[in-house]
């Protein structure tokens, strides 16, 4: 029998003093922290664009919409989450290296969900539309931006984002 008087062990974050949410925990789940145990309910949320938009803009300014969004959605992430590359860094990659830019916006936008426990919708893999059939009118490009940015604007959805974008 065990003394119900005995010491628990302690479920607390490495290095933090919130308590790490468990199947007991009172209804905490891991969506409810960010990656450093902090709750994530106060955290900013991002802004939803709309996918139409997105590409109307993307072609009546020539491309440079994109370097925009790039910088935007990753920094909203970074805000809400506290990781990730920022929008500072995405812009600087988006200019010199752009080809990068599918695969670290939508294995950013698979963290959010991942952080939450559940299935990643995109991943950096989901770039690879853009990279092996961007080529042909734009399909492959069209149809990454589609789903990462629907995967995008669900997420600030599901934490409390307005539609109206």
Not at 55 to 65: H, M
Not at 104 to 119: D, M, N, P, T
């Amino acid at each position: 029998m065990s003394d119900v008087n005995e010491p628990q062990p302690d479920k607390t974050a490495e290095g933090g003093s919130d308590p790490v949410p468990g199947p007991d925990s009172g209804g905490a789940t891991p969506a409810q922290y960010s990656a450093g145990g902090a709750p994530a309910a106060s955290a900013p949320v991002g802004e939803v664009r709309e996918t139409g938009t997105c590409i109307l803009l993307t072609v009546v300014t020539l491309g440079f919409y994109t370097w925009y969004w790039y910088y935007k959605t990753h920094e909203e992430m970074k805000q809400h989450t506290g990781t990730g590359i920022g929008g500072p860094v995405a812009l600087i990659l988006a200019i010199f290296v752009g080809v990068v830019m599918p695969f670290f916006s939508s294995h950013e936008v698979g963290g959010l969900y991942e952080r939450r426990g559940e299935a990643r919708p995109v991943s950096a893999v989901t770039g690879l539309w853009a990279l092996l059939l961007g080529w042909f009118f734009f399909v492959g490009a069209i149809v990454w931006f589609v789903k990462t940015n629907r995967a995008l604007n669900d997420y600030w959805r599901s934490v409390g984002a307005s539609s109206e974008g």
